[in-house]
């Protein structure tokens, strides 16, 4: 409830695996129901994980996955509330002593073998859970689930990220083809964790770490627990305050991220995307990795190498280009070599676009939420731009009956109009405080302002 009261939200670990313990009443209710694993006798299956001798569910059953959804109603889960949400770890399944650290294949899911459902297991289990916080909110409230196994169509339950990596610079650069595979794979919501899960981050990997994450669309810093403390504030002042605003450009964006979020839902387009999912006809991006867009909006170029302060950035397609930064214009394609002082790296938004942003600095993004609107304008060279944005509640499934605001706003050389894409199906104070427009085009003439859908 502490939490709460500062628009922040607490997400809690837990894992398939159950402790073999007689006097634990989970496992005594999924022994009592026979809805363990079993092994070819029959018997149920036993592994080892973070508890020790541990007996795994059996996801594959529908009746299995409706007790674990009950367990997260409020008067069952003691002490959670309806702002606390779920990481299933583990969910391979992970089994310590068993082959290639997973259950053996000739395990038994009712009259089907564990190797002709590995890969779905995870993905069962994120179901569970996705219904159990349905339950508990009356089917009200969007779900949080974050899962580390997943399989064809777990986007629809869950955000996933890359996996136990390591602190070292190859494993940052790893991050955006992983991301980008898992993004045109089809799940969207992707990141990796900052500075590495295992190992200690010096200051300057954590600072390019952060502020290449601040780009994706997961953003979380995770570590081992054998793992040196390594909250921002440990490092130096200096390192400190550059992760503090790289933390600040994530905030400033959710607008946009927000906007890209439920674009995706209605079409399937990842918010992160490789440079030839823009700009296909553009054959010298196809091969280009270390970069990639957000949306179709900016194109962000991290520093991936210790010791670097410059980026080879290729720009794709023949269009303007704006520092997001320094606002400074660019009419360029193809490769550059572009300064990336240890305080920013480098990030372009591209001719023609229009992307929305909050200034106020909050504590969370809870607070955020009624905040003003800014829209950046980048002018193509024909002096024209568009963009959209969409809001709502930010909790609840009222948008699927129509109340959110979803418009687009287009820029013809100095005349600004919005208008509704869908019909508007609610009030907000929400409000737009400001137009930058990027560039040497001329400040707002008029704006115009159509409410019908198009």
Request: hydrophobic share 35%; aromatic share 12%.
């Amino acid at each position: 409830e502490n939490l709460s009261s500062h628009g922040r939200k607490l997400v809690t670990i837990v894992d398939p695996h159950i402790k073999k313990d007689s006097g634990y009443w989970v496992h005594n209710d999924l022994s009592s129901k026979g809805l363990y694993v079993k092994n070819q006798d029959g018997g149920d299956y036993e592994g080892w994980c973070w508890p020790g001798a541990s007996y795994y569910p059996d996801f594959l059953n529908a009746e299995a996955r409706d007790y674990f959804a009950e367990q997260y109603k409020l008067s069952v889960y003691k002490g959670s509330t309806l702002d606390c949400y779920t990481w299933n770890d583990m969910n391979e399944p992970s089994v310590f002593n068993g082959p290639e650290v997973t259950m053996a294949k000739d395990k038994m899911h009712g009259e089907v073998e564990h190797r002709d459902m590995h890969n779905m297991y995870g993905m069962l289990y994120t179901m569970a859970t996705h219904k159990g916080h349905l339950i508990r909110s009356e089917n009200t409230l969007r779900p949080f689930v974050l899962t580390r196994s997943a399989y064809a169509g777990s986007q629809r339950y869950a955000a996933i990220w890359t996996g136990d990596n390591t602190a070292e610079w190859g494993h940052l650069e790893a991050s955006i083809p992983m991301c980008l595979s898992l993004s045109i794979a089809g799940m969207g919501f992707c990141g990796a964790d900052i500075g590495g899960f295992f190992g200690n981050p010096d200051g300057e990997l954590f600072v390019r770490w952060y502020q290449a994450a601040a780009f994706q669309p997961f953003f979380r810093s995770h570590a081992h627990i054998d793992t040196k403390r390594r909250e921002p504030w440990l490092y130096s002042a200096g390192e400190m305050a550059l992760i503090r605003t790289a933390v600040r450009s994530r905030y400033a964006l959710l607008p946009l991220w927000y906007t890209l979020f439920y674009e995706q839902e209605q079409d399937g387009t990842p918010p992160m995307r490789p440079l030839w999912y823009e700009f296909p006809e553009d054959e010298g991006s196809y091969a280009k990795e270390g970069s990639h867009m957000v949306g179709s909006s900016l194109l962000v170029a991290p520093v991936l190498t210790k010791g670097s302060t410059q980026v080879n950035v290729y720009f794709p397609g023949s269009t303007l280009w704006y520092d997001i930064w320094s606002h400074q214009k660019l009419d360029v394609s193809g490769s550059m070599n572009y300064a990336a002082p240890y305080e920013k790296i480098p990030v372009f938004q591209r001719g023609g676009t229009i992307i929305p942003r909050r200034e106020r600095v909050r504590r969370s993004a809870a607070l955020m939420h009624d905040d003003p609107i800014t829209l950046v304008v980048a002018p193509d060279k024909e002096g024209k731009a568009s963009g959209t944005l969409y809001l709502d509640d930010g909790k609840s499934f009222a948008y699927q009956q129509g109340a959110k605001l979803y418009m687009q706003f287009t820029w013809d050389n100095g005349k600004m109009e919005s208008k509704m894409i869908s019909p508007p199906g609610m009030s907000t104070p929400v409000w737009l405080e400001r137009v930058l427009v990027l560039g040497s085009a001329p400040p707002p003439g008029q704006v115009a302002t159509v409410s019908s859908p198009s």
